[in-house]
């Protein structure tokens, strides 16, 4: 689900945006686009249904979670459709269709569970597996009603021409580099469900090694995955604005400026925000702070992440398609090695060993992952970064709020609650962080007011800036 919810939208909307100016010929490739991926899509679903007791028992060992394998192979083929449509809306400059699926898609997701795991913990007098199979049976649903709303929006005119095995092909073999990117973050991911239960139970035992393995990807991973969500949505509308432009380097080359700088201002306070509050943040959201030196190591990790997802959007646009996954590949070997070196220690005898090195592995893979590609970008974009600009003056503001929001927390919380202590915090440390980018000049008036100027010069026929 990852490939595909990640990898695919990002190919189709690439080839969309080359060929925008010619309807007939997009038309064209959706039609063999969506052929192609439905037979994915029905292959992936039957292999995850035909081999999930192999996964369940050998591979993740954990033997309960076949029926929530089950549940969720459906959604395989869904999500292909959906991302087909989704790359074919980003690739058309239509963002809100996506936009608003998404949003349909979390809604009944958020609705669905609910009620399923409700009707299941009565049903089967609190049987955690099956109450999880029926979890996933939510987020089949909700990918069902996506694909409705995508399918009806969608209005292309009937082509007499029929689907070609060399189109087919030729959009398979650009999906492969670029899906390899989201292939190997899953892989990413996938290491650590694979290992940290099989190494660490020899020295903690198997019910605390799932337990915590538990708290990195129900808690930790959870909290991580919400700013770099946001960097995912920016990332996703780079491609087709830079493969449609990719032989104006100047131009290309100021995109580039302008969404690292937006990057910046989003992701380094979270990041500080987050290492400073990890105690706090873990405590208002699940009631204790197991797992803080996790999210520490975590919130480092997303400064490398964020900037890579942009760095790998760039090279996609301007054809680089296999350095991104030749970089992940490179960062996801480091993992898995420095995985097996760190669980294969005693977590009683050494700080980094166990699940915190996992944590560590993973900062160390993102931050090799970026170096490769931000070189390979830098060379042939020729850009040269003002490091004060880019760098120094979100430190600083970040800094600021970051101890803003802590000191701010520890005042309230001896007056007031402490969840609305934190939530109050966080206010104030966002009201001061808007006064910061404009008192250092982080951003100027004109970059937050650009959208007047970039409908004025759409309709001058000029190319659309960065909003």
């Known amino acids: 689900m990852t490939i595909s919810s990640i990898g695919v939208p990002n190919v189709i909307s690439k080839i969309i945006a080359e ?3 010619d309807k007939e010929k997009t038309e064209y490739i959706m039609k063999n686009a969506l052929t192609v991926f439905s037979i994915i899509g029905i292959i992936g679903s039957m292999i995850l249904v035909y081999f999930s007791g192999l996964i369940s028992n050998k591979i993740l060992n954990i033997p309960e979670a076949q029926m929530s394998i089950v549940a969720l192979s459906p959604a395989i083929f869904n999500v292909c459709i ?27 997701k958020t609705i669905f569970t609910f009620i399923l795991v409700e009707i299941a913990y009565i049903v089967t007098t609190s049987d955690t597996a099956k109450m999880a199979a029926w979890a ?31 189109s087919m092909l030729g959009i398979c073999k650009m999906s492969i580099p670029i899906s390899m990117s989201a292939i190997l973050a899953s892989l990413n991911r996938n290491i650590d ?47 087709p604005i830079v493969a449609n432009n990719k032989k104006d380097i100047d131009y290309v080359r100021r995109i580039t400026f302008k969404y690292l700088k937006c990057i910046g201002i989003i992701i380094i306070p979270c990041c500080f925000s987050i290492f400073v509050c990890s105690g706090e943040i873990l405590t208002f959201l699940f009631g204790n702070d197991n797992g803080k030196i996790l999210l520490q190591i975590n919130a480092i990790s997303l400064l490398f992440i964020a900037a890579e997802q942009i760095m790998n959007a760039i090279l996609h646009g301007i054809g680089k398609i296999y350095i991104p996954a030749i970089s992940l590949l490179i960062g996801v070997g480091f993992k898995a090695i420095l995985n097996t070196i760190f669980l294969n220690l005693n977590p009683n005898e050494y700080w980094y060993a166990g699940i915190t090195g996992c944590c560590i592995a993973t900062l160390i893979c993102h931050f090799v992952a970026f170096a490769i590609v931000f070189v390979v970008a830098l060379r042939n974009l020729k850009i040269k970064l003002k490091i004060f600009k880019f760098l120094l003056k ?25 969840k609305i202590a934190i939530i109050l915090a966080g206010l104030i440390a966002v009201v001061i962080y808007a006064v910061l980018i404009f008192f250092l000049k982080i951003v100027k008036g004109n970059e937050i007011f650009s959208k007047r100027i970039q409908n004025k010069t759409k309709k001058q026929g000029k190319k659309k800036d960065f909003v």
């Open 19 to 21: 060929n925008l100016g």
């Open 82 to 108: 959906i991302s087909v449509l989704r790359g074919y809306y980003n690739g058309t400059e239509h963002v809100e269709v996506t936009a608003k699926s998404q949003t349909i898609e979390q809604i009944l």
């Open 136 to 166: 996933n049976m939510a987020t089949t649903i909700a990918t069902l009603g996506s694909l409705i709303y995508l399918y009806k929006k969608l209005k292309l005119n009937k082509s007499n021409k029929i689907v070609s095995l060399r």
């Open 193 to 239: 469900s694979i290992t940290i239960v099989k190494y660490l139970k020899k020295f903690v035992g198997e019910g605390m090694a799932k337990k915590q393995y538990g708290i990195l990807s129900g808690k930790v991973d959870v909290i991580s995955a919400v700013p770099v969500s946001f960097v995912i949505a920016i990332a996703t509308t780079i491609i």
């Open 394 to 418: 979100p430190i600083i503001a970040s800094c600021i709020i970051a101890l803003t929001l802590r000191y701010s927390y520890f005042f309230l919380s001896g007056i007031i609650m402490d």
